[in-house]
T-cell receptor, first 110, second 115 residues
């Protein structure tokens, strides 16, 4: 599996966009980028995933660089409820499981 | 729709005791997983199942056993609990494991303390 690198923590102001970076420099052509988040004491929650095109859903946007070596998760208008640990995961197509690293602890401040 | 339900939510064991954690899903998912999460760390896969009657080892399987006798249930057993197994345990399920568009649904976790 390709490994990911995320900053351990970041702060964001409520109402502003939060941009969460992820490096996956060894990603291969058939690996997808997934983002999950874990709010304190809860199970992880799926946010978004993508292969090479930018993706957007009701929760967030995912921007993947053209060389696919890095990506950015964008929370367009962060709220206090977005305070959580965010995991960037690269998944091998055909693999059954996701591997979670330490993630980025995002704190949204009023 | 309950999703993924884990029981119990909390449990305290003494070293050497045994117990079983139950995971139930009502989404007719084929794939089920057991993860553990230690303080300040990400989730590590213990065991998983790709269908009824099947199980497979994940990253940290030692000291645990699992069974998938029914499609909707995935049991995690500790035969002889050790303090190193103190952790939060999460169960998850997915409709398939190898598809490109795939997401896991997680339960709310079981906090286990082994004294």
């Amino acid at each position: 599996d390709a490994k990911t690198t995320q900053p351990p923590s970041m702060d964001c102001a409520e109402g502003r966009a939060a941009n969460l970076p992820c490096n996956h420099s060894t990603i291969s052509g058939n690996e997808y980028v997934y983002w999950y988040r874990q709010i304190h004491s809860q199970g992880p929650q799926y946010i978004i995933h993508g292969l090479k095109n930018n993706e957007t859903n009701e929760m967030a946007s995912l921007i993947i660089t053209e060389d696919r070596k890095s990506s950015t998760l964008i929370l367009p208008h962060a709220t206090l409820r977005d305070t959580a640990v965010y995991y960037c995961i690269v998944r091998v197509l055909g693999d059954y499981k996701l591997s979670f690293g330490a993630g980025t602890t995002v704190t949204v401040r009023a | 729709n309950a999703g993924v339900t884990q029981t119990p939510k909390f449990r305290v064991l003494k070293t050497g005791q045994s117990m079983t954690l139950l995971c139930a899903q009502d989404m007719n998912h084929e794939y089920m997983y057991w993860y553990r999460q230690d303080p300040g760390m990400g989730l590590r896969l213990i065991h998983y199942s790709v269908g009824e009657g099947t199980t497979a080892k994940g990253e940290v399987p030692d000291g645990y056993n699992v069974s998938r006798l029914k499609k909707q249930n995935f049991l995690l057993g500790l035969e002889s609990a050790a303090p190193s197994q103190t952790s939060v345990y999460f169960c998850a399920s997915s409709s398939s494991g190898s598809g490109a568009f795939e997401k896991l649904f997680f339960g709310s976790g079981t906090q286990l303390s082994v004294l």
